[in-house]
């Protein structure tokens, strides 16, 4: 079956505009992440949805970045006046979240490659 | 708080060789901990990954790793390195009272490369 998409798989912006990143999760899944991968790192913790709900963003780094997920479906990451320090390997990830203690596994997403000149 | 310190950015074997790959982590519940592997240009695979029972876990490719409480380390083996393994390999941790629901938090990662 399909995995998680993400679009567009590069992006490149100037300073000071701002950019939106897709994320299309696998089919029913409930629960979807974002992480920032910067050069030579793993990737960091941004945010993370169960359904349309955004449970967690504290991983964020400032006001200029926010995500939504209106439908409980494909998810959007926006950078509003984008800086140099941007630029990095934005990832999506999904999980099925089933009921109980069980660990449901997170599938990423191949990422978005964000270069901010 | 949690954090995962993976020892060696890079570490180079020869083909047929062990694989050994270091990871430290630190959490102040029980963790889950997992092993993900990254080729050029796809995204993040989960190799393996503990959760409850038994400490040595197995994943795809042959891979292994060991759970030690003691020494808050869960290091990934292979007997024998293929160069198909050749990959940024990411230890991570979520938190085990969060029902691994949370986000995971990765060690710096390291770049496993196999000599013919």
């Known amino acids: 079956g399909a995995g998680v998409s993400q679009s567009p798989r590069y992006k490149v912006t100037k300073r000071g505009q701002d950019v939106a990143l897709r994320c299309d999760p696998i089919?029913?899944?409930?629960?979807l992440y974002w992480y920032r991968q910067a050069l030579g790192q793993g990737p960091e913790f941004l945010t993370y949805?169960?359904?349309?709900?955004?449970?967690?963003k504290s991983g964020l780094p400032n006001d200029r970045f926010s995500a939504e997920r209106p439908e409980g479906s494909i998810s959007t990451l926006t950078i509003q006046r984008t800086e140099q320090r941007d630029s990095a390997m934005y990832r999506c990830?999904?999980?099925?979240?089933?009921?109980?203690?069980?660990?449901?596994?997170?599938?990423f997403g191949p990422g978005t490659r964000l270069t901010v000149l | 708080a949690q954090s995962v310190t993976q020892l060696g950015s890079h570490v180079s074997v020869s083909e047929g060789a062990l694989v050994l790959l270091r990871c430290n982590y630190s959490?102040?519940?029980?963790?889950?901990l997992f092993w993900y592997v990254q080729y050029p240009n796809q995204g993040l695979q989960l190799l393996l990954k503990?959760?409850?029972?038994?400490?040595l876990v197995k994943g795809i490719n042959g891979f292994e790793a060991e759970f030690k409480k003691s020494e808050t380390s869960f290091h990934l083996t292979k007997p024998s390195a293929h160069m198909s393994d050749a990959a940024e390999y990411f230890c991570?941790?979520?938190?085990?009272?969060?029902?691994?629901?949370?986000?995971?938090?990765f060690g710096k990662g390291t770049h496993l490369i196999i000599q013919p």
């Open positions: 990830a999904s999980s099925p979240r089933t009921s109980g203690r069980t660990y449901n596994e997170q599938f």
């Open positions: 089919s029913g899944h409930v629960s």
């Open positions: 949805f169960n359904y349309e709900a955004q449970q967690d």
């Open positions: 959490s102040s519940v029980p963790p889950y």
């Open positions: 503990y959760t409850t029972g038994a400490t």
């Open positions: 991570a941790v979520s938190d085990k009272a969060g029902g691994g629901a949370d986000g995971l938090t």
